[in-house]
C-alpha cells in the first residue's frame, strides 16, 4: 500500500481544485514573492486546467514500478501524467517535465492548492 509521508495511514481523498464544491473561481495567477519583488510573469497561464472529475489515479506510477514511496504528487496540466514531488527520492514530476517540455504541475495533496510553472520558475495559485 503507499502512503502519504507520514508512511502509516493511506493517502486521503480530496476535492479537486476548482469543483463545483470549492467555490468559484477567477483562474490562476503567479504567486508573490519575497525573493523577486520586482515580480514573477507565468507566460503558460493558459496551460493550466483543472484535473478531471474524478481525478486522476493518484499515485507515481514510476515509483510504484520501483517499488518506492513518495511524498506529494502532481499531476501534469499537458498531458495528465502524475508523478512524485521535489522532495521524492524519484522527482518523477520534474523528470517528465525535461522529458516533454510540459512547463505547469498542480500540487494533488489535500492542503495544498497551488501550481508551479517549471518553465518560468514561479508557483501558481487560485485568483
Given at each position: 500500500m503507499i502512503t502519504n509521508e507520514d508512511s502509516s495511514t493511506p493517502a486521503p481523498e480530496h476535492p479537486r481544485h476548482g469543483s463545483a464544491d470549492s467555490g468559484s473561481r477567477q483562474g490562476w495567477a503567479v504567486a508573490r514573492d519575497g525573493g523577486r519583488p520586482?515580480?514573477?510573469?507565468?507566460?503558460?497561464?493558459?496551460?493550466?486546467?483543472?484535473?478531471?472529475?474524478?481525478?486522476?489515479?493518484?499515485?507515481?506510477?514510476?515509483?510504484?514500478?520501483?517499488?518506492?514511496?513518495?511524498?506529494?504528487?502532481?499531476?501534469?496540466?499537458?498531458?495528465?501524467?502524475?508523478?512524485?514531488?521535489?522532495?521524492?527520492?524519484?522527482?518523477?514530476?520534474?523528470?517528465?517535465?525535461?522529458?516533454?517540455?510540459?512547463?505547469?504541475?498542480?500540487?494533488?495533496?489535500p492542503d495544498e492548492s497551488w501550481a508551479w510553472c517549471y518553465a518560468d520558475e514561479v508557483f501558481l495559485v487560485e485568483a
Open positions: 520586482e515580480g514573477g510573469v507565468c507566460t503558460h497561464l493558459a496551460a493550466v486546467v483543472e484535473p478531471p472529475d474524478p481525478g486522476p489515479r493518484e499515485v507515481c506510477e514510476e515509483c510504484l514500478a520501483l517499488g518506492r514511496e513518495w511524498v506529494r504528487l502532481r499531476w501534469c496540466t499537458t498531458c495528465g501524467n502524475v508523478g512524485c514531488c521535489d522532495s521524492s527520492r524519484g522527482q518523477h514530476a520534474y523528470g517528465h517535465h525535461r522529458r516533454t517540455g510540459h512547463p505547469i504541475v498542480i500540487s494533488l495533496a
